[in-house]
């Protein structure tokens, strides 16, 4: 299927033009409410600039809108925050600037789609191979014959996933 789901997502958002344009207005949100004391978005204002985004991402990008019902959790926020910083814990005073803040963004809502769209398939795929099971005893079909339905079922339901993430 061609790329990883992660790089699908990552490469989906990068490319959106409403994704850029609603990460510069919360950038700017951020230095306004710093009142323009920082050279970027400090870390304690992390958390307030992903439930912005997420508010705003949710009008303006299908794949946030789709798979990302509530706002990145703090353990996200701080994942996103240490694979953009690469320091680990040693993040309290560091600024992130407009591109790093872009990145920040990108890892934080790639990771959310992510773990929406596998919380998506957990969901959906134990249903239907109870229904798929039951209707095969019910008809008294054969082992084989109900473990391949039940084989193409998830794996239909598996794509469909994967397809939806192309944004």
């Given amino acids: 299927m061609g790329l990883s789901i992660s790089k699908r997502v990552k490469s989906s958002l990068q490319k959106s033009p409403g994704f850029d344009s609603v990460c510069d207005s919360v950038y700017a949100d951020c230095l306004e409410l710093s009142q323009h004391a920082f050279a970027g978005v400090r870390p304690y204002q992390l958390s307030a600039a992903s439930l912005r985004l997420h508010q705003s991402l949710c009008d303006h990008h299908p794949l946030v809108k789709r798979w ?22 040693t993040v309290r005073d560091q600024t992130l600037g407009t591109a790093e803040f872009k ?13 929406g769209a596998g919380q998506a ?35 239909g339901v598996a794509t469909s996933v994967y397809l939806g993430l192309s944004g």
Avoid: C, W
Wanted: hydrophobic share 55%; aromatic share 4%; proline share 6%.
């Fill in 68 to 89: 990302v019902p509530s706002p990145p959790t703090q353990l996200q926020i701080d994942r996103a925050l240490r694979v953009v910083t690469r320091s680990g814990d």
């Fill in 103 to 115: 990145a920040f963004a990108v890892e934080l809502f790639a990771d959310a789609v992510v773990a």
């Fill in 121 to 155: 398939v957990l969901r959906r795929v134990p249903i239907g191979v109870a229904g798929i099971a039951g209707v095969g005893v019910v008809a008294r079909s054969g082992k084989e014959l109900v473990a391949t339905a039940i084989g193409v079922y998830a794996l």
